[in-house]
């Protein structure tokens, strides 16, 4: 099974990322690690071609594990996954790999996303990378709704709860 984490950067994607895949037993491909690994610190530009390389790799990786191994769960995380082209492809992954997608979209409201942020910009990372509440607002001015079946999460809950969710949503759709 493939599991594609949607949202504005600050929705909590990461944090439910990791806890499901704890309690899942799967693995998370996180675009932005990838990212660091591939590039050299001094090379780290947090551009955009940058981003867009490393989340061809992780998709490459992604379906490189999933065709060999049937029973494998991954999610994807690290990316808002913002247009539909994206999402999309994404959706032609699971296919080419015979796996299920299922589609979790984070948010939460503006004001606990820009506290978030805020917090977050205590790392030198978040900072470099422009994790700030002007690149929140232009992603969300510009994010595409998803046009498929998802789940949508208020990540204002706790993570136990989120988590909670996602396994009875998964439940329900036979994903498993």
């Not at 944090?15 to 690994?37: E, Y």
Request: aromatic residues 6%.
């Amino acid at each position: 099974m493939l599991i594609l984490l949607t949202g504005l950067p600050g929705t909590g994607k990461s944090s439910l990322a990791n806890a499901l895949a704890s309690v899942m037993h799967a693995d998370v491909l996180n675009r932005d690690t990838i990212r660091d690994a591939i590039f050299p610190a001094h090379d780290l530009d947090y551009s955009s071609a940058q981003n867009e390389l490393a989340s061809q790799v992780t998709y490459r990786v992604a379906e490189y594990i999933l065709g060999r191994d049937p029973q494998r769960v991954l999610i994807l995380d690290g990316r808002p996954f913002s247009r539909r082209v994206q999402v999309e492809e994404v959706v032609s992954l699971a296919r080419r790999a015979g796996h299920p997608l299922q589609v979790i979209h984070c948010w939460a409201p503006d004001a606990v996303v820009e506290q978030r942020l805020e917090a977050d910009l205590q790392n030198a990372k978040n900072l470099a990378a422009g994790r700030t509440s002007e690149k929140y607002w232009r992603i969300k001015d510009a994010f595409e709704p998803l046009e498929m079946q998802h789940l949508s999460l208020n990540t204002e809950e706790s993570v136990e709860q989120l988590v909670n969710q996602v396994l009875a949503y998964l439940a329900s759709h036979h994903a498993r």
